[in-house]
């Protein structure tokens, strides 16, 4: 099984090289992909010092900042013409447990997406402001009821791990989302097909190093994101199973 941890990054220099070793360290299998947008502080040139030091780590230089949906698209694609079988997308702040990716590769062998949960045993998330965890909490009810009851209680958050032919199902071109949208999007497209879903706990804890490049139109596009989600199912155009594609209980 050829595992490959997508980590995008911007302006993540204090963090970067810690969490690839970690990574590495976890698995033997593990291979990590650095989505970086030009990172103005040097992020893009410590990544390509760690590609030249590991044959399992690889770089993905973008123009510029553009949110984590596009960098995460862009990643998954490199990522699947890699040859991966399973797709983990991880923060680079340290923020996701590293030692949870053991317990995604044993759940991933019976479900097709697996998803890190703040939100699943109480509220696992350490040292975040209350404004915060409000938003992030109270989103995540908002959007799962806007989206008819999907069963996950953090669909926002950004630690999953995904089998290869749940990301070619859902097709990327059609995704449209940019920030923590596209978390929710991308749930959302997998559990409209039909996909085996399974919600993991992880305790969330909050950057020690570096900025979080979070702010509300994020958070308000997300908002108006569910809506659009919910529109494009209703017509139709979100869940429809393309053909040869097989069917998921
Ligand atoms: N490539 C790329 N990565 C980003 C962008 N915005 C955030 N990230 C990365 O996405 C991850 C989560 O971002 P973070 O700022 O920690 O968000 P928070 O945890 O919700 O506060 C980190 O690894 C960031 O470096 C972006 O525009 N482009
Ligand atoms: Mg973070």
Redesign the pocket.
């Known amino acids: 099984m050829k595992k490959i941890v997508v980590?995008?990054?911007?302006?993540?220099k204090e963090?970067i090289a810690a969490i690839t070793e970690a990574v590495l360290a976890v698995d033997a299998e593990n291979e990590v992909l650095i989505?970086?947008?030009a990172?103005p502080d040097g992020?893009g040139r410590i990544a390509d010092e760690l590609a030249a030091e590991h044959p399992r780590v690889h770089v993905l230089h973008?123009p510029g900042?553009?949110?984590?949906g596009?960098?995460?698209r862009d990643?998954f694609r490199k990522a699947l013409a890699l040859g991966a079988d399973l797709i983990i997308q991880?923060?680079?702040?340290f923020?996701h447990p590293v030692d949870a990716l053991r317990t995604f590769s044993e759940l991933i062998e019976e479900y097709d997406l697996v998803l890190g949960s703040r939100y699943i045993d109480g509220i696992t998330v350490v040292n975040w402001p209350m404004g915060?965890l409000m938003l992030?909490y109270f989103g995540n009810v908002y959007a799962k009821t806007v989206l008819g009851g999907m069963p996950v209680n953090d669909a926002t958050g950004?630690f999953k791990c995904w089998r290869r032919d749940v990301i070619e199902g859902i097709g990327l071109d059609q995704v449209r989302s940019?920030?923590?949208g596209f978390q929710i999007e991308m749930t959302y497209r997998a559990w409209k097909l039909g996909y085996r879903i399974k919600e993991t706990p992880i305790i969330f804890a909050?950057?020690r190093l570096?900025?979080?490049?979070?702010h509300l139109t994020?958070a308000v596009e997300a908002l108006a994101m569910v809506w659009w989600l919910r529109l494009q199912a209703a017509i139709g155009r979100i869940g429809k199973r393309r053909a040869g594609q097989p069917a998921r209980a």
């Open positions: 980590i995008p990054t911007y302006n993540e963090n989505a970086d947008d990172s992020t973008r900042k553009a949110g984590i596009p960098a995460y990643g991880m923060d680079a702040d923020s915060r992030s950004g940019n920030g923590y909050d950057r570096g900025t979080s490049k979070m994020i």
